[in-house]
C-alpha cells in the first residue's frame, strides 16, 4: 500500500473522525492543506533533491501513525485532533525556504539564524548544494514555527470564537520535532485552554516525534539514518536494494495485556547496513522510553502503554549477525582517562581545569566584542583559583560563557563528545580556535578531589545548573534554578585532596599557575582565603622592552601567521679561548679516576687544548634526581616498567643537570651507559659520585654523551661555525635551566615539547624562544603534554 498515491486527506483515519462528530475545524483544515500542499510537494524537494522525501504523503503516513500510536484516539478532545493533524502537515514546512532566502543564506545575512553558511560550506568541502541542505535542515524546524505565526494565524482559530487562536502552541509543537524532551517540558505546558476546548500540548510533541521516526522503509530514509549512511558513499539505490522494510503496520498490540509494540520486519543483504539499522532501532526505543516516561501520571487518554523494546525481525541474506555488541565498562574507562597514565602527574589536573576557562573566556569576550556598542565597557576575561581551607574547597572559576542545558547534556556529561570539535560550536566560525579537543579533559579533575561539583550559567540564560559528581561513578545529579547573579562557571574541589597533590603548599599552586599558562588580556587570581592573600598570575607572551646587553630581540607574530611569541638572540664571538665560551648544560664537572667528581669553579683554569681531540669535545651529561624530585621519578618509573629513559625526557626540566668533561686521551672511550644505585661501574662514573652532589640514593639515573665539533683557524682560534646537535631521547638542544625555550599551544604550555636546533650559528645562539601557536591545526596528543612526531615536525620547520 502507497500512501502517497492511495490515500487522500479525506481518507485519513484523524480526518474521518473529525467528519463523523461533524468538526467545526474541518474547513479550515481544508484551507491549510491547499495552502500547503504544493510548498511540500514541489519546494521541499527543489530545495534537498538529495533527501527522502518530505511532502503530503510523510504527512499523512505520519497521520496515520498517530492514530495507531494512542491509546484511543476517540478519547482525546476535539482541538487535540486538530493539532496532531496539523503538526504532521507542517512540521517540516519550514524546510521550503525560499529563493529570497537561499540568497540571504548564501551572503551570511539571513537573520533567522546566527549560523554562517560560509562556515557550513568549509564544513562540506566547500559543496555548495550539499551546505545549503544542511543548513536549512538544522533550522528547519523554527522555520516551520516561524511560517505557522506568520502565514497561520487567521486559520488556527476556535470556531465561532475567531479571536481565539492556538497558534504559538502549534508552533512551538512543530518546532519541538528536533528538540528533546527537556526543551518539550521547558516550553510546552500540560494543560492549555482556548474557549471550551483544553489541549495538552506536551502530549501532541511526544506523539509527533514518534511517528515521525516510525515513517521507515524501502522507500523512506529518516535524516537519522540517512545521516549514517551517507558518510559511507552508500546511494540512495544502493540503500534500497541492500534493505527492505516489509512491513506497513508497525505498531501491534497484545490482546491479552492491551500492551503495544513497535515491530520491524524485513531483509537485509549488507552487513554494514545492518548495523546501521540496528543504531537507528535504538534510537526509536529511546524516543518510546522518554515518551512513557513523559505520559507517566497523566490521564488516562494519554496513557501509552508500550513495551519499550522494539521488536526487530530482519532476515539477513549472504552473511549472519549476532546479536553481540562491543560495551564500555565506565568505571575503567574512566579510571584509565582520569589517571596519571595519560597526564603523568596529579596537578596536572588543574591545568586542564583552567585550560577550560581560557577557552570559556576567550570565546565570551570574541562574541562580547562583535556586539559591543560604542561607550559599552568592554568584557574583562576573569579567572580565579580559590583555595578555602575552612570550608574545604578549593574552586576554579570563571567569568566565561558557562553552559547550557544543551551543552550540558550533548557534551560535558558525554565523554569523549567534545563541544568545540561539534558541527554547532564549528559553525560559529569564531576566530579563536580553543586547546580542548577530545572531550576527556574534565575527567583529570578527579586527580585533584574524589568528589566534584560544577556550577554554570550559559551568559545568555537566566538558569543555573548545579552537577554534582563522584570519582568512578557514572551517577550524577543535575539541579536547576534561577540566577541571573551568577555568571561563568565554578568548579569546586574537595580542599584537602587538591592541597596534598600540591605537597599542600600554597606556593606551589602559585608556581604551577605561572608556569603552565600565558594570561595576555586576561584578570588571573590565586586566593587564598585562610591567609587572607591574593596572588596575580602575570606570564606574558609580550616581547620584553629591555632585553639583557647584548640580546637581539624578534617578534614572531612580524613573520608568522596565528603564531605569537619572541626570540632573543645572543651575539657570541666568532672563536672561542676558553670553557667560559662553551655552552654547558647546568654545572660542569671533572672526572679524575682516583678523585671521583670535581666541581669546576673556575672555567678559566681549565686549558681547553687538553680536551679537544680530533677537533671536537666529548664529554658526558647526567641528570640529576635531587629528594623533592624522587617521588616524582619513581612514580613515572612505576608507570613506565622501569622505562629510564622515557621517564627522564618527561622530567626533564624538572631535573638538575650536570655536564662532565674528561680529558681528551679517554674521549673516545665515553659510552652513554644506566648509573644504577647499589652498583658500581669501574673506570666510570659510579652511583656513589653522583649521590655525593645531590642525586637521591633511591633513583638510578644515565649518562648520555654529547659532542661539540670545532675546526681550527688561526693559530690558538677555535671557530664554532656550526655545531651538530645529536638528538637523542628529547634532549635536544643545550641550554641554561634559567632561560626560557618553551612552546604554548593556545596559551596552554606543552611541556613535553623541546625544540631540536640541528645546527647553531658561530655568530649567534638562541638565548631565550618563548612560542604561542594559535592555530587549530596544531593539536596535542590526549595527554596535553606533547604533539605527535607529525606536528613536530611540522613546528620544528615553521619556528627553528
Known amino acids: ?118 562556515a557550513m560550506k568549509k564544513l562540506k568541502e566547500n559543496d555548495e548544494g550539499l551546505a545549503m541542505q544542511e543548513y536549512v535542515r538544522r533550522i528547519h524546524a523554527s522555520l516551520s514555527a516561524k511560517y505557522v505565526r506568520e502565514n497561520l494565524k487567521e486559520k488556527l482559530v476556535i470556531p465561532k470564537l475567531t479571536t481565539l487562536d492556538f497558534t504559538k502552541e502549534l508552533a512551538l509543537i512543530c518546532e519541538s520535532h528536533t528538540e528533546d524532551y527537556d526543551w518539550i517540558k521547558g516550553k510546552l505546558r500540560t494543560n492549555e485552554i482556548r474557549g471550551d476546548y483544553s489541549f495538552n500540548p506536551q502530549f501532541i510533541a511526544a506523539i509527533l516525534r514518534l511517528a515521525d521516526i516510525l515513517d521507515i522503509d524501502s522507500n523512506r530514509t529518516p535524516y537519522n539514518l540517512y545521516k549514517l549512511i551517507s558518510p559511507k558513499g552508500i546511494s540512495d539505490d544502493e540503500w534500497k536494494q541492500h534493505f527492505v522494510i516489509s512491513n506497513n503496520d508497525k505498531i501491534i498490540i497484545n490482546e491479552k495485556t492491551n500492551q503495544k509494540k513497535i515491530v520491524f520486519h524485513g531483509k537485509a543483504t549488507n552487513a554494514s547496513i545492518h548495523r546501521k539499522i540496528l543504531v537507528y532501532i535504538g534510537w526509536v ?23 519499550t523494546n522494539p521488536e526487530v525481525n530482519i532476515q539477513t541474506e549472504g552473511y549472519s549477525f549476532s546479536d553481540y555488541k562491543m560495551t564500555l565498562e565506565f568505571k575503567a574507562i574512566s579510571s584509565l582517562l582520569m589517571g596519571e597514565k595519560i597526564y603523568g602527574s596529579k596537578s596536572l589536573g588543574l591545568r586542564e581545569l583552567i585550560q577550560n576557562s581560557l577557552d570559556s573566556c576567550r570565546i565570551r569576550q570574541e562574541t562580547e566584542n562583535l556586539k559591543k556598542e560604542f561607550g559599552q565597557d568592554a568584557y574583562e576575561p576573569k579567572i580565579k583559583v580559590i583555595l578555602d581551607k575552612e570550608k574545604n574547597q578549593a574552586i576554579v572559576k570563571d567569568n566565561g560563557t558557562g553552559m547550557s542545558m544543551e551543552v550540558i547534556k550533548k557534551h560535558f556529561l558525554n565523554i569523549g563528545v567534545s563541544y568545540y570539535n561539534s558541527t554547532d560550536f564549528l559553525l560559529k566560525d569564531f576566530d579563536y580556535k580553543p586547546i580542548g579537543n577530545f572531550g576527556i579533559g574534565f575527567l583529570s579533575c578527579f586527580m585533584l578531589s574524589d568528589d566534584v561539583k560544577v556550577m554554570t550559567r550559559h551568559y545568555k540564560s537566566k538558569n543555573k545548573y548545579l552537577i554534582e559528581l563522584e570519582k568512578g561513578n557514572e551517577w550524577t545529579s543535575l539541579t536547576e534554578s534561577e540566577d541571573v547573579v551568577f555568571e561563568g562557571t565554578e568548579v569546586i574541589l574537595d580542599y584537602k585532596n587538591f592541597i596534598e597533590v600540591f605537597d599542600k603548599k600554597t606556593l606551589k ?39 639583557e646587553k647584548g640580546l637581539i630581540k624578534i617578534d614572531l607574530k612580524d613573520y608568522l601567521k596565528d603564531i605569537e611569541g619572541y626570540a632573543l638572540i645572543k651575539i657570541k664571538s666568532s672563536f672561542i679561548k676558553s670553557f667560559s665560551e662553551v655552552d654547558f648544560r647546568g654545572d660542569l664537572y671533572i672526572f679524575q679516576d682516583d678523585g671521583g667528581l670535581k666541581l669546576i669553579e673556575n672555567l678559566e683554569e681549565i686549558k681547553i687544548d687538553d680536551y679537544v681531540n680530533e677537533k671536537e669535545i666529548r664529554y658526558l651529561s647526567i641528570p640529576i634526581v635531587e629528594e623533592d624530585q624522587k617521588e616524582g621519578f619513581q612514580s613515572g618509573m612505576k608507570f613506565t616498567d622501569n622505562d629510564l629513559n622515557e621517564v627522564i625526557s618527561k622530567m626533564d626540566r624538572e631535573l638538575k643537570w650536570i655536564s662532565v668533561i674528561v680529558t681528551k686521551e679517554f674521549q673516545k672511550a665515553l659510552t652513554e651507559y644506566d648509573i644504577i644505585h647499589d652498583s658500581y661501574a669501574v673506570g666510570d662514573i659510579n652511583f656513589e659520585d653522583i649521590h655525593k652532589i645531590g642525586h637521591s640514593d633511591e633513583c638510578d639515573t644515565k649518562a648520555f654523551v654529547k659532542t ?93
Not at 18 to 26: G, N, R, T
Not at 515 to 525: A, N, P, Y
Not at 739 to 749: A, D, E, P, S, T
Not at 751 to 774: C, H, M, Q
Open 285 to 307: 526505543k529511546t524516543e518510546l522510553t522518554n515518551a512513557t516516561a513523559l505520559v507517566n501520571g497523566w490521564p488516562a487518554q494519554y496513557s501509552l502503554v508500550y513495551d
Open 1 to 118: 500500500m502507497n500512501i502517497d498515491s492511495d490515500f487522500k486527506i479525506d481518507d485519513l483515519t484523524l480526518i474521518k473522525h473529525l467528519k463523523s462528530i461533524d468538526s467545526a475545524f474541518l474547513p479550515k483544515i481544508k484551507e491549510v492543506y491547499e495552502q500547503v500542499k504544493d510548498i511540500l510537494n514541489s519546494r521541499v524537494q527543489h530545495v534537498f533533491p538529495n533527501f527522502t522525501l518530505h511532502n503530503t504523503g510523510h504527512s499523512f503516513r505520519i497521520m496515520e501513525y498517530m492514530s495507531k500510536l494512542v491509546s484511543d484516539y476517540t478519547k482525546l478532545n476535539e482541538l487535540e485532533i486538530v493539532l496532531l493533524i496539523y503538526s504532521a502537515l507542517l512540521h517540516d514546512i519550514g524546510m521550503a525556504v525560499s529563493d529570497e532566502d537561499i540568497n540571504s543564506i548564501k551572503s551570511d545575512s539571513f537573520p533567522f539564524c546566527d549560523v554562517k553558511f560560509s
Open 708 to 800: 661539540i665539533t670545532l675546526f681550527e683557524g688561526r693559530k690558538n682560534e677555535l671557530y664554532l661555525p656550526f655545531d651538530k646537535k645529536e638528538r637523542d631521547f628529547g634532549f635536544s638542544f643545550y641550554y641554561r635551566n634559567e632561560k626560557r625555550k618553551q612552546l604554548f599551544l593556545r596559551n596552554v604550555l606543552i611541556k613535553d615539547f623541546y625544540y631540536y636546533f640541528p645546527v647553531s650559528a658561530s655568530v649567534f645562539e638562541i638565548d631565550t624562544l618563548v612560542v604561542n601557536i594559535n592555530s587549530r591545526k596544531f593539536i596535542p596528543d590526549i595527554s596535553r603534554n606533547n604533539v605527535d612526531s607529525k606536528t613536530k615536525e611540522i613546528i620544528q620547520f615553521i619556528i627553528v
Open 509 to 547: 599552586v602559585k608556581e604551577f599557575l605561572n608556569q603552565f599558562f600565558l594570561t595576555d588580556g586576561i584578570d588571573f587570581e590565586l586566593i587564598d582565603k585562610s591567609e587572607k592573600e591574593i596572588s596575580k598570575i602575570t606570564h606574558l607572551i609580550k616581547l620584553p622592552e629591555n632585553p
